[in-house]
Structures are given as structure tokens and as C-alpha cells.
């Protein structure tokens, strides 16, 4: 415990060779796998509401129930995106300007 402490060192404890063999070979796969890039959606949407809401919730700060109430307010996606601050802030409340700046920079 001191060698990690004081030394900022990681140990790795394992019960015996053949649990540390077995480590070492599942260490070393994923270091010889090709790096892939990292989705941040659990999942790719089919419908075309799907894909809007999809859209709207890549933003910050904006979850299922703000993306779906934009939709019904505003009915598209140019139309959300074209809305001013103030319209936004019904639903988007302090952060429709984070939301704007975003768009705009």
C-alpha cells in the first residue's frame, strides 16, 4: 500500500500466475484492438421523430421531455433552431442563451 501511495502506483492483485496470465492476455487484447469512436446514443433511431428528438438531445442540457416539448412547440427542427431566446425560454428556461450561443458560434 505505501508503493502506491506514495509513489502513485497502480498494483494490480491477482491469486495466482494463472489469474495474472489471464489478465496479461486480456490487457494486451485490448491494446491490439483498433480504436473505435465512441457513441454517445445507446441507440441509432428509425422513425423520423426518433431522429428529430436524436438531434435535440445531442445538445446540453437537453433530455427526452425538453426535446419532445420543443418538437411540439415548435414543430421542426429548422423551426427550433430559427426560434428566439425568448420563445426558448418556456421550455429551455436559463439555458435557451447557452442553447442560442451554441447555435450561433
Not at 429548422?78 to 428566439?84: G, H
Amino acid at each position: 500500500m505505501s508503493i502506491i501511495s506514495k509513489y502513485n502506483t497502480n498494483i494490480i492483485f491477482t491469486k495466482n500466475a494463472l489469474d495474472t496470465s489471464k489478465y496479461l492476455i486480456t490487457l494486451s487484447k485490448q491494446q491490439l484492438k483498433s480504436k473505435t469512436i465512441v457513441s454517445l446514443h445507446s441507440r441509432i433511431p428509425k422513425t423520423l421523430k426518433e431522429q428529430k428528438q436524436y438531434i435535440l438531445e445531442s445538445f446540453p442540457n437537453i433530455g427526452p421531455k425538453k426535446a419532445e416539448a420543443l418538437l411540439n412547440k415548435f414543430g421542426s427542427l429548422s423551426q427550433v433552431f430559427n426560434a428566439s431566446e425568448e420563445d426558448l425560454k418556456e421550455i429551455l428556461k436559463n439555458n435557451s442563451k447557452d442553447f442560442k450561443n451554441l447555435l450561433d458560434s
